[in-house]
């Protein structure tokens, strides 16, 4: 089954059904900061416009601080930039990362999509020219520390969505039944009639991921969330906006960490170790591809 995911952010509760987990957003700002510090910050977010406001999800063109604002200034973009046209690689450690475009060859992307069945809809679905669209608008990814750890996050972001769609199969979740709608939050309502389970490369799920979503990438994630499904392009981007909201940040702690960021709840501390080891499989496997050391703390 593809997991359905929900985010924690602000007072917006996200949980999970089925394969899915408790993600949790930690946009806090960071430990033993002076309060003039905070004051400068949240003066800085005003006067960045209605675009600035915590734990992301900023739209097009906007960059994501270290710090989890919208902005467009260096404060925003410059020295730990996590998401969007950041300078100098998107992460406080400086380091230019990978080529992603040299790092996911044709090769690289349809050795995993042809291993799904011939019948899957995902296969004309899914390209690698759509990914590298998308991946253009994250200029973090696979940015902010040495090129091995570049290609360790690019091989950690192909094992969860291998997993995820099946080897690129699955466009939506099998299951429809379920509209994926809470009701009770009101920041991100849902819309009449439309359902939101899972779509995409992660599988994004649930309005309040719409939502956001679709208002950072530029459609109506609430309105129309088959968009998910209909253009790979959104596709992808709505799986790089998860990943740079929630995974991209713990990449250092290695692997385990992403499975605990995406599916913990479900996966981690022995919850379902089968689920965690076809993770941890797939990572190997492309980092054995990629010619780097998956690392350490794989599992969770």
């Known amino acids: ?54 734990n992301c ?34 992460s406080s450690s400086g380091g ?16 995993i999509k042809n291993q799904a069945g011939g019948g899957c809809e995902g296969r004309n679905f899914y390209s690698r020219s759509a990914f590298l669209n998308a991946a253009n608008a994250y200029s973090g990814f696979a940015h902010g520390g040495s090129e091995a750890d570049g290609k360790r996050e690019i091989a950690a972001f192909f094992a969860h969505v291998t997993h995820e769609t099946g080897h690129f199969c699955y466009i939506s979740e099998i299951n429809k039944n379920n509209n ?37 990438i530029g459609f109506d994630g609430l309105g129309n969330p088959d968009k998910v499904a209909q253009d790979p392009v959104i596709a992808f981007k709505t799986a790089f906006w998860f990943w740079m909201n929630n995974v991209h940040k713990v990449m250092p702690q290695g692997f385990g960490a992403t499975i605990r960021a995406i599916n913990g709840a479900l996966e981690c501390n022995g919850n379902n170790q089968a689920q965690m080891n076809a993770r941890v499989g797939y ?18």
């Not at 917006?12 to 899915?20: C, D, K, M, P, Y």
């Not at 097009?60 to 410059?78: E, L």
């Not at 849902?190 to 899972?198: L, M």
């Open 1 to 54: 089954m593809l997991s359905r995911r929900k985010l924690h952010g602000g007072d917006e509760t996200f949980s999970s059904v089925a394969e899915a987990s408790t993600l949790i957003i930690s946009m806090a700002m960071p430990p033993n900061s002076p309060t003039v510090l905070a004051l400068g910050l949240a003066l800085l977010c005003a006067a960045a416009g209605p675009a600035a406001a915590q």
């Open 180 to 216: 994926y709608c809470d009701s009770s939050n009101r920041r991100w309502p849902c819309a009449a009639g439309k359902k939101y389970y899972g779509r995409g490369p992660l599988q994004i799920s649930w309005n309040y991921n719409y939502g956001p979503a679709g208002q950072s």
């Open 57 to 90: 999800g900023c739209q097009p063109g906007y960059c994501c601080s270290k710090y989890g604002y919208c902005g467009t200034s260096d404060a925003y973009c410059g020295d730990g930039c996590q998401a969007g046209p950041c300078k100098g690689g998107g």
């Open 283 to 300: 990572y190997r496997q492309y980092c054995q591809q990629l010619g780097v050391d998956p690392g350490s703390s794989l599992t969770c």
């Open 96 to 111: 230019t990362g990978a080529n992603v475009g040299n790092v996911v060859t044709d090769a690289f992307f349809n050795g």
